[in-house]
């Protein structure tokens, strides 16, 4: 697999016959649903439909999803039967509960992370879709972490292991139809804290800062196959730049005893 390469959206999807509009299935954990149950449309997923009249965007997004749930990944690929998949999870996997979150495993790592998240974007491209998988966004502890040692713990559990899997994810070598985009990187951590409503859910303008930086990775439907290499090709990596789960050590894998705690 290699990371860089250029998804030949524009080629790939002006030759679907059926609509005009891209149907988007933005896939994830409440960062993606959104923490505004009176408003569903208040999420990034909403944003990324008021910005694009291309799109028909499906949210899939549910609270305390992780990564291991394929199960619940397949069952809405089959459901919406998208042309592009927005991927985002791994916030959960490092404090669920095993027995009550389906998917969830005791103390992963986040190399077992990313290759979860590569089954769920090969299972989408062996479905038809492009895939975008993006890096999870910072979690910065706002409320409590004075007063409640188990709050800032996980916050420093979730902000630890997101950032870990990052690393990975930005080392890992996709094939052609599955794009890995740096959310994160564009996300400081001061940036966040002004970005989320108690960070780790997006605020109003968070979600449009994160649909701004998909929209720029999809093509209409009827962009051409240049103009989509074009603007991958100053993501491409290095040649050779690759990476394998036993060649970094990760520092963030937890012994089963340790306690575990959601926020």
Not at 84 to 112: I, Q, R, S, W
Not at 122 to 149: E, I, M, Y
């Amino acid at each position: 697999m290699f990371l860089g390469s250029a998804l030949a959206l524009g080629a790939l999807l002006a030759a679907s016959p059926a609509s005009s509009q891209l149907r988007v299935m933005c896939y994830g954990d409440s960062i993606t649903a959104g923490s505004d149950e009176s408003n569903p449309a208040n999420s990034y997923p909403g944003e990324l439909q008021r910005l694009r009249s291309d799109f028909d965007v499906v949210n899939q997004g549910r609270d305390g999803d992780v990564s291991g749930n394929l199960d619940r990944f397949k069952a809405a690929l089959a459901e919406t039967s998208p042309d592009v998949v927005v991927l985002m999870l791994g916030t959960n996997d490092p404090v669920c509960t095993p027995g009550a979150t389906p998917g969830c495993k005791e103390a992963p790592t986040a190399e077992e992370t990313a290759t979860n998240l590569m089954r769920m974007a090969d299972a989408a491209r062996a479905a038809g879709a492009q895939v975008l998988v993006l890096t999870p966004p910072p979690a910065v502890c706002k409320a409590h972490c004075d007063s409640r040692n188990d709050v800032a713990y996980a916050m420093w559990m979730r902000d630890a292991f997101t950032a870990r899997l990052t690393d990975v994810l930005r080392h890992v070598q996709t094939p052609r139809g599955i794009r890995i985009a740096d959310l994160r990187r564009r996300l400081s951590d001061a940036a966040w804290s002004t970005l989320s409503t108690n960070g780790l859910h997006p605020s109003e303008e968070g979600n449009r800062r994160i649909a701004r930086f998909v929209a720029a990775y999809i093509p209409s439907r009827e962009a051409s196959h240049v103009t989509v290499a074009r603007r991958f090709e100053g993501h491409r990596r290095h040649p050779g730049e690759t990476w394998s789960a036993k060649s970094e050590p990760n520092p963030f894998a937890r012994k089963p005893q340790d306690p575990r705690y959601t926020y």
